[in-house]
């Protein structure tokens, strides 16, 4: 031990040197390092913003969607009540209205004669 500290006080300058050298070495890989990590932060984020952005954009649209169809069935319900009672009105207004036209016996007769 003792040769080893009489060495490096002989050699001071040396040792001194080689010491800066490891310390720039770390320091230039932790700030490589760092620099690296936040490249790759900084992408991430702003892959990470864009993709916010395109779901605000599409639940937006989304919902636009959902009113539109909303009232369109809206719409929709009133035509088919419209059209349904146009239909009751016209059936009730038929002179034979509740006469059956074909029975099961017609039906069958009919049937057969296309075999």
């Known amino acids: ?3 080893l500290l009489s060495l490096a006080f002989a050699n001071w300058k040396l040792v001194a040197a080689g010491i ?5 070495v770390t320091l230039g890989t932790g700030l490589y390092v ?3 990590s936040d490249a790759r932060n900084a992408l991430e984020l702003s ?3 864009a993709d916010k952005l395109a779901l605000e954009k599409t639940i937006a649209r989304t919902n ?4 539109a169809d909303a009232a369109q069935a809206a719409l929709d319900a009133a035509n088919l ?3 349904e009672s146009n239909a009751n009105e016209l ?9 059956e036209c074909l029975t099961a016996r017609d039906t069958d ?6 075999k």
């Open 1 to 3: 031990m003792i040769n």
């Open 20 to 24: 800066s050298v490891l310390a720039l």
């Open 34 to 36: 760092k620099g690296r």
């Open 91 to 99: 059936i009730n207004q038929l002179e034979d209205a509740q006469r």
């Open 64 to 67: 636009e969607l959902i009113k």
């Open 81 to 83: 009540a419209l059209m």
């Open 47 to 49: 892959q990470l913003k």
């Open 109 to 114: 007769g009919l049937r057969k004669l296309w």
